[in-house]
């Protein structure tokens, strides 16, 4: 069994900043990439940020300039550093992971439950 337990989120003013962390535990043989997504309100989830095992990282568009990834392998614990947050950035925000349980085993993709980001005066 894995879990992803999330925390960082909360309430922040228009360009202020947050930092959502995500630790990953339990059966764990290998991560291949950890990320993040969001959703909000009466849209579809979409991806944010994503990093691998090799370093490499993926950003939204929409997020590009602001948003940061990085991990702590040795922790299997990634970061989403989020500066000059917009009103537009509020979602539930979702920590996600490829992890292979066994040696032999292919990945699969687990989910957190989500941590709430609000952008707002």
């Known amino acids: 069994q894995v879990q992803l337990v999330e925390s960082g989120g909360g309430l922040v003013q228009p360009g202020g900043s947050l930092r959502l962390s995500c630790a990953a535990s339990?059966?764990?043989?290998?991560?291949?990439?950890m990320g993040w997504s969001r959703q909000a309100p009466g849209k579809e989830r979409e991806l944010v940020a994503r990093a691998t095992s090799g370093g490499t990282t993926n950003l939204a568009d929409s997020v590009k300039g602001r948003f940061t990834i990085s991990r702590d392998n040795a922790k299997n614990t990634v970061y989403l550093q989020m500066n000059s947050l917009k009103p537009e950035d509020t979602a539930v925000y979702y920590c996600?992971?490829?992890?292979?349980?066994?040696?032999?085993?292919?990945?699969?993709?687990?989910w957190g439950q989500g941590t709430q980001v609000t952008v707002s005066s």
């Open positions: 996600n992971a490829d992890i292979r349980a066994t040696i032999g085993s292919t990945w699969s993709t687990y």
């Open positions: 339990g059966s764990i043989f290998s991560i291949v990439a």
